[in-house]
C-alpha cells in the first residue's frame, strides 16, 4: 500500500478496542466495588446500573477528548508523521501496561498512563527535533515543544487525591458509625432518612457537574446552577430527604440500598466521561490529524499539526461504539473481577486470607498508628472511649456455617459512603478543574473508610496497610514506566517506521495472549487450591476427603521434584534446577497457606467432629516436614551445580537412580491409596518402607567406603551426604503421615 500512515490508522483503531478491554478491566474496580462488596444488589442489577452509568458517561465525554489533541504538547510544533509516530508509540504501551497490571491484579490510574505516555512519547519526538534541528536548539528549549505545566498539575494532582481522598474518607466513615453504629437496622427511621437525603443530594450534584462538562448543554445551563449552588443543593437536601422519609415508611423500602445503587450509576458515569479519553482519545485525534493531512496535499513530514489545537466534537457514533465495548467488558472481563478482588479484600470487615505480604513500610506505620491510637486513648476519658468503643460492636450474626460465605466484605454504611465522599470529592476536583484520578480517590476513599471502620485489626493491619503501599507504589511506577517506554518506543518508530510497527503490533498481540494465558492458568490453581477459610460446614468425612486430596497431590508432585533433581544433577543442568527450585517453594507456599488457614478449618467443624481438628493438624504437620525435605534437597543441588562444583560421579548417580526409581513407586501407591480412598492398602506401604530405608543407608555405606578409597572431592560428598540424609527425613516423614492415617482410619472403622 502506498500510504503507511493509512495502515497506522488500521492498527491505532485495533489497538484502541483493545485498549478500551484493558482499561475496563482496570477501571471497573472504581465504581463496582462498594456495590459488589456491600452485597446491597444483586451482582447482575449492579453490571446493569454501572451499564447505563458507562453508557450515559460515554456520551458525554466528547469534551475531555481534547487532552490528546493537545493538552501535553504543543501540536503546532510537530509535523504529521511526528504526531503519528507519537500517537502510536502512546497507544502500544498504554496496552501492555495496562494488561500487565490488570494480570496481577492491581488497580492503577489509566489517566495517569496515558497522560505520561502522551508526554514521554512528545519529549522523545521533540529531543529528536532540537538535536536533528541544526538551528542551535538545545534541550533547554524542550518547552516549547512540551506543555509542562500540565504535567506538573497531573503530579499535584496524584498527592493531592492520594492524600485527601484517604483522610475525608476515614473521618466521614468514623462520624458515620458513631451515628449509625453497626446495629442501623435498629436506629430512628429519620436518621435514614436525613442520611438519605445527604448522599442522594451530593450524588445527583455530581452526576450533574460530571454529565454537563463535554456537552453542548454545559454553557447553557452551568451559569445558572454556579450562580444557585447553596439555594440548589439546599433544595435538594430537603427533597430528597422527604422522599426518603416516605420510601421509607410508606413503601418498606431500604434507602441505603438506593444510594448505593444511584452511587454505582454516577461512579460509572463518571469513569466513562472522565475516562474514555484514557482509551479512545489517542486514535480519535489520529484520525482527525489524517482527514486534516489528506486535504492539505502537502508532504506528511511538511505538514504542520496546528490544527489540532481547534476544539472539534467527538464523532457521536465513535463515542455509542466505545460505550459499547466497555459495557461487554464489564460482564465478561476475569481480568476484572480480579482487579475486583484485589480491592474488596483489602477493604472487608472480616479475617481471612491475605493476598500482600507485610514489608518494613507497614510494620512501621502500623507501629505508628498503635502509638497515635494509644496517645488518644490516654488523652480521652474513659467514658468517651466506652461510647465511641460501644458504636463499633459488631453484632453476632445468627447465620448457619454453610451459609456464612454470603456475608458481605463490608456493610451498607461503609458502600455508601465510599460512593458519596468519591462522588464528592471528583466533582470537587472538577470544579476546581483539577485532574483527580478516579481510580486514586475510589481506592484511597475504600481504604481510608475500612481503617476508620476498624476493620484493619491486630491480625490484618500489617497485610492491608502491605497492599495499599504495593498499589500506590504501582500507581507511581506507572507514571515512570510509563514516560520512559512510550519514550523508547516512540524512537524506535521514529527509526524503523511502518516495519517498526508491524513488529511492535504483533508484539503487542503475543504478549497479550501470554498474560491472558497466564491469568487463566492462574485463576484455574488458586480455583483448584483449598484454602481452608472457607466456611461450609466440615464434618469428620470432610476432613477424611480434605486431607486425602492433600496427600495425594503432595505425592504426585514429591516424586515429580524428587525425580527432576536427580535427573538434573546428573546432567548437571542448571537451568532446569533453578525451575525445579521454584516449584518447590510453590508447594512449601501452599502447604504455608494451609497451615495458616488452620483456625478457619477449626472453626468450620460441626461439633461432633472436633476431635479430627488434631489429626488434620498432624496431617499438615507431616505434609510440612515431607516438603521442607525435598526443599533442602533442591536447594542443596542448586547450590551445587550454580557454583560450578564437579559432578557427581557414575557410581553416586547411579545409586541416586535406584533410590529414586524405589520412591517413585511408593509415592505412586501412596497417590492412588488417597485418590480412591483405598486406606486398606497403607498396611502393605509402611511394610515395603525398610526396603526403601534399606537401600539409603548401604548408599551411605558405600560412599563412606568411597571417601576411605577414591573419593576426592569433599563438595561432591557434602552434597551426596545432603540427598541421602534428607532422603531419610522425607520418608521418615511420609511414613509418620502414613501411620497417622491408618491409626485414624481404624478408629473410624471401630466406631
Known amino acids: 500500500m502506498q500510504d503507511p500512515y493509512i495502515l497506522m490508522l488500521v492498527a491505532l483503531t485495533i489497538l484502541a478496542i483493545i485498549d478500551l478491554v484493558v482499561g475496563v478491566s482496570n477501571d471497573a474496580v472504581n465504581f463496582l466495588n462498594s456495590a459488589i462488596g456491600s452485597k446491597a444488589i444483586s451482582v447482575r442489577k449492579i453490571l446493569i446500573i454501572a451499564s447505563l452509568g458507562v453508557f450515559v458517561g460515554s456520551v458525554t465525554s466528547s469534551g475531555m477528548m481534547e487532552v490528546a489533541r493537545k493538552g501535553i504538547f504543543v501540536p503546532s510544533e510537530f509535523y504529521f508523521n511526528e504526531i503519528m509516530y507519537i500517537f502510536m508509540a502512546v497507544m502500544v504501551t498504554d496496552i501492555l501496561l495496562l494488561d500487565v497490571f490488570n494480570s496481577l491484579g492491581m488497580p492503577t490510574s489509566t489517566t495517569v498512563s496515558i497522560v505520561f505516555e502522551l508526554l514521554g512519547a512528545a519529549v522523545a519526538m521533540a529531543l529528536v527535533k532540537i538535536y536533528a534541528s541544526g538551528n542551535g536548539e538545545t534541550i533547554s528549549d524542550l518547552g516549547r515543544y512540551i506543555n509542562s505545566d500540565k504535567a506538573l498539575l497531573i503530579i499535584f494532582g496524584i498527592l493531592l487525591s492520594v492524600v485527601v481522598a484517604f483522610s475525608i474518607g476515614a473521618i466521614v466513615q468514623f462520624f458515620s458509625r458513631l451515628i449509625y453504629s453497626f446495629n442501623f437496622e435498629q436506629r430512628p427511621n429519620y436518621i435514614s432518612a436525613l442520611f438519605g437525603g445527604f448522599a442522594i443530594t451530593a450524588i445527583t450534584y455530581f452526576i450533574v457537574i460530571k454529565g454537563l462538562k463535554g456537552t453542548p448543554f454545559k454553557n447553557d445551563i452551568g451559569g445558572v446552577i454556579e450562580g444557585n449552588l447553596v439555594w440548589i443543593i439546599s433544595v435538594g437536601f430537603v427533597f430528597w430527604a422527604v422522599i426518603s422519609q416516605l420510601l421509607i415508611t410508606v413503601f418498606k423500602v431500604n434507602v441505603l440500598k438506593l444510594i448505593i445503587g444511584i452511587g454505582t450509576f454516577s461512579l460509572a458515569l463518571a469513569f466513562a466521561g472522565n475516562d474514555l479519553v484514557n482509551f479512545i482519545g489517542v486514535p480519535i485525534a489520529a484520525w482527525d490529524s489524517y482527514a486534516a493531512w489528506q486535504l492539505s496535499g502537502q508532504e506528511a513530514t511538511q505538514f504542520s499539526m496546528a490544527v489540532l489545537d481547534k476544539k472539534v466534537p467527538a464523532n457521536f457514533i465513535y463515542l455509542l461504539l466505545a460505550g459499547a465495548v466497555m459495557v461487554v467488558t464489564i460482564w465478561t472481563s476475569k481480568k476484572a473481577k480480579t482487579v475486583i478482588e484485589t480491592g ?25 498508628a498503635m502509638g497515635i491510637n494509644a496517645g488518644f486513648r490516654y488523652l480521652l476519658p474513659k467514658k468517651t472511649l466506652l461510647a465511641i468503643d460501644s458504636k463499633f460492636q459488631k453484632p453476632v450474626v445468627k447465620l448457619s456455617k454453610d451459609k456464612a460465605y454470603e456475608m458481605p466484605a463490608f456493610d451498607m454504611i461503609r458502600a455508601s459512603v465510599n460512593l458519596i465522599v468519591a462522588g464528592i470529592l471528583i466533582s470537587i476536583g472538577t470544579s476546581l478543574k483539577l485532574p483527580l484520578s478516579t481510580t486514586y480517590v475510589t481506592f484511597m476513599v475504600a481504604m481510608g473508610t475500612s481503617l476508620a471502620d476498624r476493620a484493619w ?64 492458568k492462574k485463576a484455574k490453581e488458586i480455583k483448584k487450591q483449598h484454602h481452608i477459610e472457607r466456611a461450609e460446614l466440615i464434618t469428620i468425612n470432610g476432613v477424611i476427603e480434605e486431607s486425602s486430596d492433600h496427600i495425594a497431590e503432595v505425592a504426585q508432585r514429591i516424586n515429580k521434584l524428587y525425580t527432576n533433581v536427580v535427573n538434573d544433577l546428573a546432567n548437571h543442568d542448571l537451568n532446569k534446577l533453578r525451575k525445579t527450585e521454584k516449584h518447590v517453594g510453590k508447594l512449601n507456599d501452599e502447604i504455608d497457606n494451609l497451615k495458616d488457614g488452620v483456625f478457619y478449618f477449626i472453626k468450620s467443624l460441626d461439633e461432633t467432629s472436633v476431635q479430627a481438628s488434631r489429626f488434620y493438624l498432624l496431617v499438615l504437620g507431616y505434609l510440612q516436614d515431607v516438603a521442607q525435605s525435598i526443599s533442602y534437597i533442591s ?97 521418615g516423614g511420609l511414613m509418620n503421615l502414613l501411620q497417622t492415617y491408618e491409626e485414624f482410619h481404624l478408629t473410624r472403622k471401630e466406631e
Request: charged share 20%; net charge positive; no cysteine.
Open 344 to 368: 474488596v479484600n483489602l477493604s472487608r470487615q472480616g479475617e481471612g486470607h491475605e493476598k500482600f505480604q507485610p514489608n518494613s513500610t507497614s510494620r512501621i506505620a502500623v507501629r505508628a
Open 635 to 731: 536447594r542443596a543441588s542448586y547450590k551445587h551445580v550454580n557454583n560450578n562444583h564437579k559432578n557427581l560421579k557414575k557410581g553416586q548417580l547411579k545409586d541416586l537412580k535406584g533410590i529414586d526409581n524405589q520412591l517413585t513407586e511408593l509415592l505412586l501407591e501412596v497417590s492412588l491409596i488417597f485418590e480412591n480412598r483405598t486406606f486398606e492398602g497403607l498396611d502393605a506401604i509402611l511394610i515395603k518402607k525398610q526396603a526403601l530405608l534399606n537401600a539409603v543407608s548401604a548408599s551411605i555405606e558405600k560412599q563412606v567406603a568411597r571417601i576411605r578409597s577414591e573419593e576426592t572431592s569433599p563438595k561432591n560428598t557434602t552434597l551426596y551426604f545432603s540427598v541421602l540424609l534428607e532422603t531419610k527425613d522425607l520418608l
Open 457 to 520: 485489626g491486630r491480625e490484618s493491619a500489617v497485610y492491608r496497610v502491605a497492599g495499599v503501599v504495593n498499589v500506590i507504589g504501582g500507581w507511581f511506577m506507572t507514571a515512570i514506566v510509563a514516560f520512559v517506554a512510550a519514550a523508547i518506543v516512540a524512537y524506535l518508530i521514529y527509526l524503523g517506521g511502518i516495519t517498526m510497527v508491524a513488529i511492535l503490533l504483533l508484539l503487542v498481540f503475543g504478549l497479550i495472549a501470554r498474560n491472558s494465558i497466564r491469568h487463566s
